[in-house]
């Protein structure tokens, strides 16, 4: 399955310059935020397949004009050709706006859809508007990288992970695809890439996955039967 992932700058290729063979062999394209509702209207009348997106920090005009033919996946979880994939849109919240959040907050967000995610059995591909920190971050406040994000990979371990928010004219930082020491492969989805999932990988992060969520299972009854002892 080939996957066009775009994010903050509207590539001219496809929107000045668009040909039908641009976008011929692409399965799914996810958009990683800032991008003009109008833009992601314009490729969802020349393709037919599905859109997803996430807000961007710069994405306020989404909350009363969201892109129309587009899904929003920001805190969901959307199932495609056997793919799990979830969405958190925003930045760090570095001044007041719709879609920034503290730490704090997204971590809290995360907390929430926890069960959507342990439900579907896990997921496949994370998709963000800001990265992980430490991985495609910047040191500054508004680009800096949400550390809760790390922590999904590890404990969830999805095959991709996608986001924007970081262009590759910010200078040395930018870097497209960086490997996760949880085995996911991280993608800066800047203007336009597509990249083809690995099935190999897939398979290998399902069970690494499945594996981690048996031991955690078996960890939380080991200690839910040790519990009215302790109490005695």
């Not at 996911?184 to 999932?197: D, G, L, P, R």
Request: positive net charge.
């Amino acid at each position: 399955m080939k996957i066009l992932v775009i994010a903050d700058v509207e590539s001219k290729s496809l929107w000045d310059h668009y040909l039908p063979e641009k976008l011929e062999g692409i399965d799914l394209i996810i958009s990683c935020g800032d991008l003009s509702a109008e833009y992601l209207e314009f490729l969802a009348t020349m393709v037919k397949i599905p859109i997803l997106y996430v807000p961007g920090n710069h994405d306020h005009k989404y909350v009363t004009d969201p892109p129309g033919g587009c899904e929003c996946i920001d805190g969901k979880i959307y199932k495609y050709r056997g793919l799990r994939i979830m969405g958190f849109g925003g930045s760090m919240r570095y001044k007041e706006g719709p879609y920034m959040y503290t730490e704090k907050q997204m971590r809290f967000r995360l907390f929430k859809s926890r069960w959507k995610i342990v439900s579907s059995s896990g997921i496949d591909i994370l998709v963000t508007h800001a990265p992980a920190k430490g991985y495609g971050d910047m040191s500054d406040l508004p680009h800096t990288g949400f550390e809760c994000f790390n922590k999904l990979l590890y404990r969830f371990r999805p095959a991709y992970m996608v986001h924007g928010h970081v262009h590759a004219n910010y200078g040395g930082r930018f870097r497209r695809i960086i490997e996760h020491p949880s085995g996911t492969s991280i993608i800066n989805a800047y203007e336009k890439y597509v990249f083809e999932i690995d099935e190999e990988k897939l398979v290998s992060l399902r069970h690494a996955g499945n594996a981690d969520n048996g031991r955690a299972k078996r960890r939380r009854k080991s200690k839910q039967k040790k519990a009215p002892h302790g109490n005695k």
